[in-house]
C-alpha cells in the first residue's frame, strides 16, 4: 500500500471535526510553509548571517551559532532551498524541514501567560523583543520559540512531536479559552 | 545547585536545560601515557567544596558545550563561557 505522506499533516487527526470560532487566545497551525535548516560551513558564520539577514523573502530563527531556520510562506520546499542556494552559494548546507517540523502560531493577550506555563525563557519584551527566537524546551519538548509581535509567537517543533506539544499548549491555554484551527 | 545559567547563545536558562559533562579542567593524556596517567583521567575526579570548572552542555538550547565555573558551595556561577572559547583561551 502506498500512502501520500506529503499531504497528510500531522495534527490533521487532531484538528478533524467542525472548528470553533477562534477566540482572542488562538493558536493557529501553520501547513504549505516551507521550513529549512541552514548550518553556515567552518568560517561563514558571519557572511551567512549577513546574507540570510538581508532579505525579507522568509524569515530567519537562530537555533545555534552558525544555525538558522528560515521560514518562508510563499515558497514550496523545493523553490526555497533553490533561492538559499543561490544567496549563499556554497556557504552553507541547507536542510528542507518542511515535512519534519510543525509551525504553531500562538497569539492573543494571554499569550505571555499560557507560554510561561511551559517555557523557562523571561519573556518580558525587554528580554525577550520582537523579532527575537531562540531554541528552548517546552515542557520536556525541544521547539524553536520566535517573538513574531507583541502578543504573537511562533513554536516550531518536530514533527513526531506535534501531538504532544499540542495537547500540552492546549492544557496551557484551556484558562484563558485557547482555540486551535489550521491556518487560513 | 546554580539553578540559572547565563548561556552565551542563548541568554538565562533554567538548569534542567543542560546535562552537565563532568569537569573541564582536566587535560587529555598523550595516547602514549602510562596506564596510572590514563586511570586518573578517566575514573579520579575531586569533589571540591568551592570553585569548579565543569563542561555543561546546553541540550535544550543551542547544544553548544559550555565552560561553566560554579561554586558548589556558594552556588554561585562566576562564569559561562562557550567551549570552543574557553579551548582557544587556554591554548588547548
Ligand atoms: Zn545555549
Redesign the interface.
Given at each position: 500500500m502506498i500512502r501520500d505522506y506529503y499531504n497528510r499533516h500531522a495534527l490533521d487527526e487532531k484538528l478533524r471535526g467542525a472548528p470553533r470560532p477562534p477566540s482572542a487566545n488562538h493558536l493557529a497551525i501553520g501547513h504549505r510553509q516551507a521550513v529549512a535548516m541552514a548550518l553556515a560551513m567552518a568560517g561563514e558564520e558571519e557572511a551567512v548571517e549577513k546574507l540570510l539577514s538581508s532579505t525579507t523573502e522568509f524569515a530567519v530563527r537562530f537555533?545555534?551559532?552558525g544555525?538558522w531556520l528560515v521560514v518562508s510562506e510563499n515558497d514550496t520546499p523545493e523553490g526555497l532551498q533553490r533561492r538559499l542556494d543561490a544567496l549563499c552559494s556554497a556557504r552553507v548546507y541547507i536542510v528542507d524541514q518542511s515535512e519534519a517540523r510543525v509551525l504553531f502560531r500562538l497569539s492573543g493577550p494571554s499569550t505571555r501567560r499560557i507560554l510561561a506555563k511551559g517555557i523557562?525563557?523571561?519573556l518580558h519584551p525587554t528580554?525577550f523583543a520582537v523579532g527575537t527566537s531562540?531554541?528552548?524546551?517546552c515542557g520536556h519538548i525541544?521547539v524553536n520559540l520566535a517573538r513574531t509581535g507583541e502578543d504573537a509567537f511562533e513554536l516550531i517543533a518536530p514533527r513526531s512531536f506535534a501531538e504532544s506539544l499540542f495537547d500540552d499548549l492546549m492544557t496551557m491555554g484551556r484558562e484563558y479559552d485557547l482555540t486551535a484551527a489550521f491556518a487560513a | 545547585m546554580a539553578s540559572l545559567i547565563t548561556c552565551p547563545h542563548c541568554g538565562v536558562r533554567p538548569k534542567e536545560e543542560f546535562a552537565i559533562r563532568g569537569d573541564a579542567s582536566l587535560l587529555r593524556p598523550a595516547p602514549t601515557a602510562s596506564d596510572e596517567a590514563w586511570h586518573d583521567y578517566v575514573y579520579v575526579r575531586a569533589n571540591p567544596r568551592g570553585r569548579t570548572l565543569e563542561h555543561w552542555q546546553h541540550v535544550g538550547g543551542c547544544r553548544r558545550f559550555l565552560v561553566v565555573e560554579r561554586d558548589t558551595f556558594t552556588h554561585e556561577v562566576h562564569s559561562v563561557t562557550d567551549g570552543a572559547a574557553f579551548a582557544r583561551e587556554n591554548g588547548r
Open positions: 537555533s545555534a551559532p544555525e523557562g525563557l523571561d528580554a531562540a531554541n528552548a524546551f525541544a | -
